[in-house]
């Protein structure tokens, strides 16, 4: 397994406070660990044995450039990067260039799917944060929390994993089904500390049909089912909320 520098320094720093093993292999196999340990025991380093073979075809520079570019867009494939390095004097094929990149700590993830926010969005999010600041946990248990949601009756809006074999891409099983306008409802619900209130189902320009109304069924049970100590967890969370926020700068965070 190719591992980082960054990586490897925060596996001996761990190793050496006596830290479990565990907090280790969050990061990295087992088996990687061990290697990682013992080259450092060895040889007093952090930095990877050169390994036997051809030489590489990428210099330093080369390879600080292809991170540039990846920074620059974090969107771009592989192959895409593959053709810029090209234009750059680079001759590498897409496989290499995720090599360098995880060398680099650059790896490929799922975009983390969050609401848009403008300008004006961050600084409203900035200034709220900034005068809830000192509210405790009481503070908050003051609060009405509100908000409105769609809940489409077909299908998903987000990805679906499924395990098929090469030439099944377009088996029937392995399909994702979509339709071109979803039966969508809209709810709005509240909670505060003393519990959730009602939940409202907001009226459509059409009258709903028996599926819709199934479904407002469904999301009435789970809404009511949300436990009271789950609330108070939510309100207990607010001041570290707001503190994220404030750390973040109003941008996005975990919450």
């Known amino acids: 397994m190719v591992v980082s520098e ?3 320094a925060v596996i001996i720093v761990l190793h050496k406070n006596g830290l479990p093993g565990k907090a280790a292999r969050k990061i990295a196999p087992q088996s990687t660990i061990y290697r990682i340990n013992k080259n450092f025991k060895e040889r007093g380093s952090i ?3 050169k390994a036997p073979g051809s030489p590489r075809k990428t210099s330093k520079h080369q390879d600080r450039l292809l991170k540039v570019f990846q920074l620059q867009n974090r969107a771009t494939s592989s192959a895409e990067l593959a053709q810029e390095w090209q234009q750059a004097g680079v001759n590498a094929s897409a496989r290499t ?3 360098r990149l995880l060398e680099q700590g650059l790896v490929s993830r799922s975009a983390a799917k969050k609401p848009l926010l403008s300008r004006k969005n961050i600084r409203d999010r900035l200034i709220f944060c900034k005068r809830c600041r000192e509210w405790t946990a009481e503070d908050w248990g003051k609060v009405i929390f509100s908000d409105e949601s769609p809940f489409r009756l ?3 809006s987000g990805k679906q994993l499924v395990q098929r074999r090469r030439d099944e891409r377009y088996h029937q099983s392995c399909l994702m089904p979509t339709v071109k306008h979803p039966e969508t409802i809209h709810v709005w619900g509240c909670f505060s500390a003393k519990g959730v209130g009602s939940l ?9 049909n028996k599926e819709c109304d199934k479904m407002q069924a469904l999301i009435v049970q789970e809404w009511t089912a949300i436990s009271q100590d789950l609330v108070q967890k939510l ?3 607010m001041p570290g909320r707001t503190a994220e926020v404030l750390k973040k700068r109003g941008q996005h965070c975990k919450y």
């Open 200 to 208: 409202t189902v907001l009226p459509k320009n059409t009258a709903m």
């Open 235 to 237: 309100i207990e969370s």
């Open 47 to 49: 930095v990877a044995k």
């Open 6 to 8: 960054e990586t490897r």
């Open 97 to 99: 260039v995720r090599r």
């Open 154 to 156: 077909f299908g998903t």
